[in-house]
T-cell receptor, first 109, second 115 residues
Framework: KNEVEQSPQNLTAQEGEFITINCSYS?????LHWLQQHPGGGIVSLFM???GKKKHGRLIATINIQEKHSSLHITASHPRDSAVYIC???????????FGTGTSLTVIP | GAGVSQSPSNKVTEKGKDVELRCDPI?????LYWYRQSLGQGLEFLIY????????KSGLPSDRFSAERTGGSVSTLTIQRTQQEDSAVYLC?????????????FGSGTRLTVV
């Protein structure tokens, strides 16, 4: 079974704070996916990456393949960033992603 | 279509009844996945279709669950003799080809409540 672990499980931040969510996994992967799920809402893809770093607006995702670790950063956090952030990995040679249990983020005004 | 479409968005059914959930993937996407998300839990893999290949059914929790994909497009997930533990959000995702290269696009899910 592929293990995908996220930390923290829950995170509360004040508006404007810099936020980091971590994801660790145990197998070699071809890609890692960061997704966002709002309460009662669908799941939206934020990033898919296999190396290095990607940035979109206030969101930054990094991955270290050797250490089997990825981080999702949110700069200048805002209450609308409140959601569950999910990390998923696709093992080398695999055909599907395996999901972490998510990090629930609440940003307080 | 522009996105992955699932119907119905909500379904309330009585214990013991059969239900059918529908997924219409993005046009041209050859891979289609069904997942289940129980309250407060992560995504649980159910079944995977890739083109004309035999589906990967390894995640189906019991023989009450089945799925088909007609014409390589629309998929239907059927749950027979529903039980209360089947209550969850059922999510469908599609991918252009192998998910590792292209990632997923998710539908908005069907919330199933068995009473």
């Amino acid at each position: 079974k592929n293990e995908v672990e996220q930390s923290p499980q829950n995170l509360t931040a004040q508006e404007g704070e810099f936020i980091t969510i971590n994801c660790s996994y145990s197998v070699g992967i071809s890609a890692l996916h960061w997704l966002q799920q709002h309460p009662g809402g669908g799941i939206v893809s934020l990033f898919m990456l296999s190396s290095g770093k990607k940035k979109h607006g206030r969101l930054i995702a990094t991955i270290n393949i050797q250490e089997k670790h990825s981080s999702l950063h949110i700069t200048a956090s805002h209450p609308r960033d409140s959601a569950v952030y999910i990390c998923a990995v696709c093992p080398l040679g695999g055909n599907q992603f395996y999901f972490g249990t998510g990090t629930s983020l609440t940003v307080i005004p | 279509g522009a996105g992955v479409s699932q119907s119905p968005s909500n379904k309330v059914t009585e214990k013991g009844k059969d239900v059918e959930l529908r997924c219409d993937p993005i046009s041209g996407h050859t891979a289609l996945y069904w997942y289940r998300q129980s309250l407060g839990q992560g995504l649980e893999f159910l079944i995977y279709f890739q083109g004309n290949s035999a589906p990967d059914k390894s995640g189906l929790p019991s023989d009450r669950f089945s799925a088909e994909r007609t014409g390589g497009s629309v998929s239907t997930l059927t749950i027979q003799r529903t039980q209360q533990e089947d209550s969850a959000v059922y999510l469908c995702a599609s991918s252009l080809m192998a998910a590792g290269n292209y990632g997923y696009t998710f539908g908005s899910g069907t919330r199933l409540t068995v009473v």
